[in-house]
């Protein structure tokens, strides 16, 4: 079945500091790949995504590239602040699973000025 | 973008009574919703998937007697948790997805608190 592997956090950061989560993902086929970011007391927001192997996806200085080789899709960003403190979560939709979304269990960053 | 809407973004209720939490797609017509639960600091667990007119199909282990879901229009969706009870208490998400797209538009929760 279809998979999703976070880092563990939470993870702590101090302003500007480079940031890295890292996921990787277990699918049949060519999935699409997804971050998503959840605020405190809110939904989910769709950060970034990446539909094919190589693809680069990029929102609000945020990256991630679409890895098939080493099945992995972290996200990056090179200079946090206070506001990305959030949760992260890295996602999939396989080729079989139609709009359904595997969620990997999120990392919790927190972001000190 | 597409906007979608839930509604109470909070709730307390007694155990024993029902509440009812509502899912709107704003500016599209949703064929599809779907509603999430979320445990503090966990990730999303799908307890179901409603389209529009017909019965939702719910995920192995929700019991559909207690949350009962109902899609009745392309642009609202809604759950009901009946007899609720204190481990009930949760954050329930809805997404919509339209019938050209698979992406998934979520809502901004609604934090239920049985006491």
């Known amino acids: 079945g279809n998979s999703v592997t976070q880092m563990e956090g939470p993870v702590t950061l101090s302003e500007e500091a480079f940031l890295t989560i890292n996921c990787t993902y277990t699918a049949t086929g060519y999935p699409s790949l997804f971050w998503y970011v959840q605020y405190p007391g809110e939904g989910l927001q769709l950060l970034l995504k990446a539909t094919k192997a190589d693809d680069k996806g990029s929102n609000k200085g945020f990256e991630a590239t679409y890895r098939k080789e080493t099945t992995s899709f972290h996200l990056e960003k090179g200079s946090v602040q206070v506001s990305d403190s959030a949760v992260y979560f890295c996602?999939?939709?396989?080729?079989?699973?139609?709009?359904?979304?595997?969620f990997g269990e999120g990392t919790q960053l927190t972001v000190n000025p | 973008g597409a906007v979608v809407s839930q509604h109470p973004s909070w709730v307390i209720c007694k155990s024993g009574t029902s509440v009812k939490i509502e899912c709107r797609s704003l500016?599209?017509?949703?064929?599809?919703m779907f509603w999430y639960r979320q445990f503090p600091k966990q990730s999303l667990m799908l307890m179901a998937t409603?389209?529009?007119?017909?019965?939702?199909?719910?995920e192995q282990g929700v019991e559909k007697d207690k949350f009962l879901i109902n899609h009745a229009s392309l642009t609202l969706s809604t759950l009901t948790v009946t007899s609720a009870h204190p481990e009930d208490s949760s954050f329930y998400i809805c997404?919509?997805?339209?019938?050209?797209?698979?992406?998934?538009?979520f809502g901004p929760g609604t934090r239920l608190t049985v006491t």
């Open positions: 997404s919509a997805r339209w019938q050209r797209s698979y992406e998934q538009y």
């Open positions: 996602a999939l939709r396989s080729e079989t699973s139609g709009s359904r979304l595997t």
């Open positions: 409603s389209n529009e007119g017909s019965k939702a199909t719910y």
């Open positions: 500016d599209f017509q949703a064929t599809t």
